[in-house]
């Protein structure tokens, strides 16, 4: 299994909704609304790092709210 750690930065006012969005997705665990640079983070544990990316890059890039993602593989 490959664990990851998704940053989202959200446009003013969505990360509930982003946050509900994000979680719906299969492969992500739970998603966080954080202080700082990021809104959320999202926790995926998935098959591969070809999943991840799916995730990342192609569902929650998508997802209309979202101004930026930045992905972290967990190593061990």
Do not use: C, N
């Not at 664990?3 to 946050?19: F, N, S």
């Not at 998508?62 to 993602?69: K, N």
Request: hydrophobic content about 45%.
């Amino acid at each position: 299994m490959v664990r990851a750690y998704i940053m989202v930065k959200a446009h003013t006012g969505e990360a509930d909704r982003l946050r509900e969005t994000i979680e719906s997705f299969d492969g992500v665990e739970r998603a966080h609304i954080v202080a700082g640079d990021v809104d959320l983070i999202a926790v995926v544990d998935v098959d591969s790092p070809t999943a991840v990316k799916d995730i990342a890059a192609t569902q929650i890039q998508a997802v209309d709210g979202v101004s930026e993602t930045q992905t972290y593989i967990a190593m061990g």
